[in-house]
Antibody, heavy 121, light 106 residues
Framework: EVQLAESGGGLIQRGESMRLSCVAS????????MHWVRQAPGKGLVWVAR????????DYADSVKGRFTISRDNAKNTLHLQMNNLGAEDTAVYYC??????????????WGQGAPVTVSS | DLTQPPSVAVSPGQTATITCSGD??????AFWYQQKSGRAPVLVIY???KRPSGVPERFSGSISGALATLTITGAQVDDEGDYYC???????????FGGGTRLTVL
């Protein structure tokens, strides 16, 4: 069974940085695009970023471009999200998600349980 | 952007219909996710109308023009939760979710 386990969330001060990680298991990690999706308290889902199988191609939502960096370590089956200059609007549960489909027509088939991030002012 | 009704309510056994409209459709596929309280989302429909293994047959998807529809025929109390449609933007650089629909079955 595919498993995705996030870590690294917690309470952080406004303007600081945080790194989320996600360990994947039971599938060929390097063969899949991986994504981060977030959900603010009581709000809907928002796609955040994605990275291709070998880590050479990335895309970001406008709201995080220039502040967040998605990366991966295929030797350790691990996905990362480096988040800098965090603001209150970044408070959310962050989900690690496996991508399917093509570059232009993608979707998600497996989700982690989520890592809560709270940015305090 | 993708637009969904904020809420839908039906009685057990009735048919629940949740719509999703927006610019990426129908050129790009619609996907549907179910999210129960405090849990991660689960894929229930992909590529407009396909059902992943393990998803009950009462869940179906369709599309007509720029309107995608998730139908739950004979809704059960266990189907309560939030439902999100998803598609990819033109050019494929990013993805977009609908605002979500809260389904109440009581």
């Amino acid at each position: 069974e595919v498993q995705l386990a996030e870590s690294g969330g917690g309470l952080i001060q406004r303007g600081e940085s945080m790194r989320l990680s996600c360990v994947a298991s039971d599938f060929s990690f390097s063969a899949f695009w991986m994504h981060w999706v977030r959900q603010a308290p009581g709000k809907g889902l928002v796609w955040v970023a994605r990275v291709n199988g070998d880590g050479t191609s990335t895309d970001y939502a406008d709201s995080v471009k220039g502040r967040f960096t998605i990366s991966r370590d295929n030797a350790k089956n691990t996905l990362h999200l480096q988040m800098n200059n965090l603001g209150a609007e970044d408070t959310a549960v962050y989900y690690c998600v496996r991508g399917r489909g093509s570059y232009s027509l993608f979707y998600f088939d497996y989700w982690g349980q989520g890592a809560p991030v709270t940015v305090s002012s | 952007d993708l637009t969904q009704p904020p809420s839908v309510a039906v009685s057990p056994g009735q048919t629940a219909t949740i719509t999703c409209s927006g610019d990426p459709l129908p050129k790009n596929y619609a996907f549907w996710y179910q999210q129960k309280s405090g849990r991660a989302p689960v894929l229930v429909i992909y590529q407009d109308k396909k059902r992943p293994s393990g998803v009950p047959e009462r869940f179906s998807g369709s599309i007509s023009g720029a309107l995608a529809t998730l139908t739950i025929t004979g809704a059960q109390v266990d189907d309560e939760g939030d439902y999100y449609c998803f598609s990819t933007a033109d050019g494929g650089g990013w993805g977009v979710f609908g605002g979500g629909t809260r389904l109440t079955v009581l």
